[in-house]
């Protein structure tokens, strides 16, 4: 069984600035290729303690994952450092180099000549293209001669060290079209086929008791996920090709959507706002919003999918209490007995937007997203939605916690409204 080892630099991880999440995600994807990570390592934009920290990864482990310092400026060391750990000149790649200078000129604009750095590599390794930005990673296969020439003491016939940058996006985009296939070949000498099923409603220990059975599973395997609010089961098979890998998923993932029901949102790169727009445009209905606690947080994730225009025409964020009054129409007797923080005004508000915006569907939002202003009868995390339509109508009072954070109160308030409308769709369409 390989062993692999993650090493995230970066001083600004080191200071808390930026939360890793680079690792955390390579960790998964390992686990999902039957790859055992025994260690992660954090480092400073210091070359002497990086050397040292690529060193002693490549004496231990026969896989070898860096994550950052791969940009143009001075303290993105990570390619020198890794020529230098292993006595390796550093050469220019022309076809990189051409690359890295077609993004600056596709956009207009003029390569600063510190990006050049950018198409250097330590010369025995390969490339790891990063089509989503300007740098490229490598990949080297580095045999036991050339680790002994380094005065590198390992055991292993060979080590693999591959490198990534840290915006995370590209990394995440360079791992699925490059990495894994690459890793699947070299290690399992197999195929794997993953399915992540999304769900919200349900809490993980919930769901991971409820298919304990499934849990158990050598293969396919199912694993459970937590996330912000929601929770994934992730399927994965090994078999001698991708079809039949594909096969053994399929059947544990029905029965896992099926015995969900609507629990499960979706599946793999599905969000709960794309779902939410798809149902929208197939019963060809529109949407209007009226936030409040949210700041527009619901109606960001909804114009984030592409093609909004087609199911979202006007939202509003009525934060005070005179604004809700003058753009949505809120009866100032309903504010006076019940308050804004009430399922009535989240109804009134619902209603309003519906009206102003002559959509087919309102959604209200209001509450106390903290971290001032909670009572004892009104606690920060109180928050209630409405949902208003020619067809129907629906409540939700959430208690989410004094002890969240405000952003985590916003967020989990606007993946509940977008579930609301998601299920009232799906029960009324």
């Known amino acids: 069984m390989p062993a692999a080892e993650i090493i995230a630099i970066g001083t600004e991880i080191l200071l808390g600035q930026i939360t890793d999440t680079n690792s955390r995600f390579m960790s998964a994807e390992l686990a999902g290729l039957g790859i055992d990570c025994f260690f992660h390592t954090t480092v400073g934009d210091n070359r002497e303690r990086i050397v040292d920290c690529i060193r002693m990864a490549l004496s231990r482990s026969d896989l070898v994952l860096t994550t950052g310092g791969l940009g143009p400026t001075p303290d993105d060391l990570t390619m020198e450092c890794i020529a230098e750990a292993l006595g390796a000149p550093m050469v220019s790649d022309a076809l990189v180099l051409a690359g890295i200078e077609e993004f600056f000129s596709s956009r207009h604009i003029a390569m600063p000549d510190s990006n050049k750095k950018q198409a250097l590599r330590p010369e025995g390794s390969r490339v790891l293209p990063n089509s989503a930005g300007t740098a490229p990673g490598i990949i080297w296969e580095i045999d036991s001669e050339r680790l002994e020439q380094a005065a590198i003491g390992s055991s292993r016939p060979r080590s693999i060290i591959l490198t990534f940058p840290g915006v995370p996006h590209e990394l995440v985009h360079m791992w699925h079209e490059t990495a894994a296939p690459y890793l699947v070949k070299e290690f399992s000498g197999a195929a794997i086929f993953s399915v992540e099923l999304k769900h919200i409603g349900i809490g993980e220990s ?30 994965t098979a090994k078999a001698p090709s991708l079809d039949e890998a594909r096969v053994m998923v399929q059947p544990v993932a029905d029965r896992i ?75 100032p007797e309903i504010l006076d007995k019940h308050g804004a923080v009430s399922p009535e005004c989240a109804r009134a508000m619902a209603e309003g937007a519906r009206s102003l915006a002559g959509s087919d569907i309102g959604i209200g939002i209001t509450g106390i997203a903290g971290p001032d202003g909670g009572t004892d009868e009104k606690p920060v995390g109180l928050v209630y939605l409405a949902l208003s339509a020619k067809d129907g109508s629906s409540q939700e009072e959430l208690r989410l916690g004094a002890r969240s954070s405000r952003t985590e109160i916003r967020y989990r308030t606007a993946s509940a409204a977008l579930n609301m409308l998601r299920l009232f769709l799906l029960d009324h369409y």
């Open 257 to 331: 959507r099926q015995e969900s029901g609507h629990l499960c949102y979706g599946q793999d790169d599905d969000t709960l706002e794309s779902v939410v727009a798809r149902l929208l445009v197939r019963a060809g209905l529109t949407v209007a919003l009226a936030e409040s606690c949210t700041g527009g947080l619901v109606s960001k994730r909804l114009t984030d999918v592409p093609g909004s225009s087609r199911f979202i025409g006007l939202n509003l964020v009525t934060y005070s209490n005179q604004a809700k009054m003058d753009a949505l129409g809120v009866d």
């Open 206 to 235: 919930t769901l991971a008791q409820k298919y304990e059975e499934l849990l158990s599973g050598r293969n396919p395997t199912v694993a459970p996920y937590a996330g912000r609010g929601e929770c994934r089961l992730r399927v």
